[in-house]
């Protein structure tokens, strides 16, 4: 997405998760990568739902981007609802 952004060919407006990470960083990881692209003010939501995806343990590529690189966001549970995000995007 951002790739194609670079290139002219995308615009992002908002990035939401679909998932929730049991390590409830799942947004912080999208910042990570938000900001390595220059596209850290990017409005992000999360899914506050969780259940759809059963996991017991974290991902590794989320527990070391977290880990290894700064971001300025919250946790999943303090950022606003995907389909919050979703609604204010589609109305401006």
């Given at each position: 997405m951002n790739a194609l952004?670079?290139?002219g060919e995308a615009k992002?407006?908002?990035v939401?998760?679909?998932?929730k990470d049991y390590s409830?960083?799942?947004v912080e990881t999208v910042d990570i990568i938000n900001t390595y692209y220059g596209r850290g003010e990017t409005p992000i939501g999360t899914d506050k739902d969780g259940a759809k995806v059963n996991q017991s343990h974290s991902s590794?590529?989320?527990?070391n981007l977290i880990k290894e690189f700064k971001?300025?966001?919250?946790?999943?549970?303090?950022?606003?609802?995907?389909l919050d995000i979703y609604r204010?995007?589609?109305?401006?």
């Open positions: 952004t670079d290139l992002i407006l908002a939401v998760t679909n998932s409830n960083a799942s590794p590529y989320t527990l971001n300025d966001v919250e946790c999943d549970n303090q950022m606003p609802d995907s204010s995007i589609l109305a401006s």
